[in-house]
């Protein structure tokens, strides 16, 4: 199997809702504990990658287009 943007997006996006999941049942009383902070981080740069390799098959995408 071919390593795809949009697969490579599919999964970090996929690891930024497990990490958001995790922060947000590791949240009891406040959100200023360590792990919560550390998950929040975490999900933060998933989603992030995961925005720019969606950007990345779309351009792709469209440079295929205009060939």
């Known amino acids: 199997m071919r390593t795809?943007?949009?697969n490579l997006g599919i999964m970090y996006g996929f690891l930024g809702i497990i990490f958001?999941?995790?922060?947000i049942r590791n949240a009891h009383e406040t959100v200023f504990n360590f792990m919560t902070i550390?998950?929040?981080?975490?999900?933060t740069l998933e989603i992030g990658v995961a925005?720019?390799?969606?950007?990345l098959h779309f351009r792709i995408k469209k440079m295929k287009k205009k060939q």
């Open 51 to 55: 925005i720019r390799a969606f950007i």
């Open 4 to 6: 795809t943007p949009l």
């Open 38 to 43: 550390i998950f929040t981080i975490f999900a």
């Open 20 to 23: 958001t999941f995790l922060a």
